[in-house]
């Protein structure tokens, strides 16, 4: 390690280090240096940290931080590296503030004027775009969709005409739900890949036209366990070619008497037409349509 990277550092210092998200050996030499040598790890569990420390042989103290008391807890720790202490924040796996705690901490550092290093890392949901096989070039990644059924599909309506690949995570007593869910709002073409357990022994990557991969899942057990990332194909604009002319007229014609969403739904179904890729079509072409 470098002078300006080392934590052997004079100023207090926060450290933003990822964990591995399953295989050991992913783990970074720096980020076994940085938790040996830090004062204090603030760790989402400290007995989940606890087993990772002691199997690299680091005995530094861990301080439980996670979304139940960040809040209160970050003041504390930037006391602590205020007084000169330095401080590694982990999760329970892979890279901390990605759908993890540390926001609040790393804010009231930033506000206190102590210096924040981030390691680069294990990640999730990069480790799953890389591999996916879907475009790389523009992403969305969403967290974790809503638990309750009406949220879930109104999220999936909001990235239906994303045209950039969108990202998930997903538990796995949720998996089938969801699954439904996106079949509902995007139909059985648009392809998902289900990444699960990566980097791990049972390690699937799966990419199929939705209403495949619902099938696939439904009819192995083994594909509702573990850690599960979602990644949805983003939306492909249709050319006006794609239209019939008649049911461009048709749309235009119901849009003086009903709101462009419910007349693109009526013409998609007249038409064995998608109903969201009607409806984009009609906010692009239909300037004066009330939408």
């Given at each position: 390690m470098t002078d300006n990277q080392s934590f052997q550092t004079k100023s207090p210092t926060l450290y933003i280090v990822p964990t591995p998200i399953g295989n050991l050996d992913d783990i970074t030499q720096r980020a076994i240096q940085v938790l040996a040598g830090v004062d204090l790890i603030a760790a989402e569990d400290t007995r989940h940290t606890g087993k990772l420390l002691s199997h690299f042989q680091i005995q530094t103290k861990t301080f439980a931080l996670h979304d139940h008391n960040e809040q209160d807890k970050a003041s504390f720790l930037v006391e602590k590296l205020l007084s000169g202490?330095?401080?590694a924040l982990v999760s329970d796996a892979g890279t901390p503030l990605i759908s993890d705690p540390g926001y609040h901490l790393v804010h009231q550092c930033r506000q206190a004027g102590v210096k924040v290093v981030p390691l680069p890392g294990a990640c999730a949901v990069t480790t799953a775009l890389c591999a996916s096989g879907?475009?790389?070039?523009r992403f969305s990644f969403e967290g974790f969709l809503p638990a309750k059924t009406k949220a879930r599909k109104d999220k999936l309506s909001d990235i239906a005409t994303d045209e950039r690949?969108?990202?998930?995570?997903?538990?796995?007593?949720r998996i089938l739900d969801t699954l439904d869910d996106m079949l509902v709002v995007l139909g059985p073409d648009r392809q998902v890949v289900l990444a699960r357990e990566?980097?791990?022994t049972f390690e699937t990557i799966q990419s199929l036209?939705?209403?495949?991969?619902?099938?696939?899942?439904?009819?192995?057990e083994n594909q509702r366990k573990g850690e599960i990332v979602l990644l949805i194909h983003g939306f492909r604009r249709p050319?006006?070619?794609?239209?019939?002319?008649?049911?461009?007229r048709m749309l235009t014609?119901?849009?003086s008497e009903?709101?462009?969403?419910?007349?693109a739904g009526v013409v998609a179904e007249m038409y064995a037409l998608k109903k969201n890729a009607l409806y984009k079509w009609g906010l692009e072409h239909l300037k004066s349509a009330d939408h």
């Open positions: 202490l330095s401080v879907l475009p790389s070039d690949t969108c990202i998930f995570y997903e538990s796995p007593h990566l980097t791990k036209p939705l209403g495949e991969l619902v099938a696939w899942v439904k009819d192995d050319k006006e070619a794609d239209f019939p002319d008649d049911a461009k014609i119901l849009v009903l709101p462009l969403k419910r007349a």
